[in-house]
């Protein structure tokens, strides 16, 4: 009969190790990971094939890294999660900023 295993060795065995990831966002992009209502950050950190599973946690407004008008973005999960989180944030970030530039040059008259 194997020997009983004490229960806290057990559990700090079983845990998984975490990683945190701390990312400055423009506050005029925060949109773009937040969503209306808050469904792009939930899709954001939902477990699945295109989603992280990490926790995204946003600065509040008006809350600035000191100097700028950039917002904390931390991101907390397993190191695979936080990676992917970061990844899938650093997209969204990067399709909205060029989204942002093609509307203003549509709108100076440049887009054709």
């Given at each position: 009969?194997?020997?009983?295993?004490?229960?806290?060795?057990?559990?700090?065995?079983?845990?998984?190790?975490?990683?945190?990831?701390?990312?400055?966002?423009?506050?005029?992009?925060?949109?773009?990971?937040?969503?209306?209502?808050?469904?792009?950050?939930?899709?954001?950190?939902?477990?699945?094939?295109?989603?992280?599973?990490?926790?995204?946690?946003?600065?509040?407004?008006?809350?600035?890294?000191?100097?700028?008008?950039?917002?904390?973005?931390?991101?907390?999960?397993?190191?695979?999660?936080?990676?992917?989180?970061?990844?899938?944030?650093?997209?969204?970030?990067?399709?909205?900023?060029?989204?942002?530039m093609q509307r203003?040059?549509?709108?100076?008259?440049?887009?054709?």
């Amino acid at each position: 009969m194997p020997a009983p295993t004490h229960p806290v060795a057990a559990a700090v065995a079983g845990a998984a190790a975490v990683t945190t990831i701390t990312v400055s966002i423009p506050d005029n992009m925060v949109g773009a990971i937040l969503g209306r209502g808050g469904a792009t950050i939930n899709e954001l950190q939902a477990s699945g094939r295109r989603t992280s599973g990490a926790r995204i946690n946003v600065s509040q407004r008006g809350d600035f890294i000191p100097g700028t008008s950039n917002r904390t973005v931390t991101i907390t999960g397993s190191p695979a999660a936080a990676q992917a989180a970061q990844f899938l944030i650093t997209h969204r970030i990067q399709a909205a900023a060029s989204e942002a530039m093609q509307r203003q040059q549509q709108q100076q008259g440049g887009g054709r």
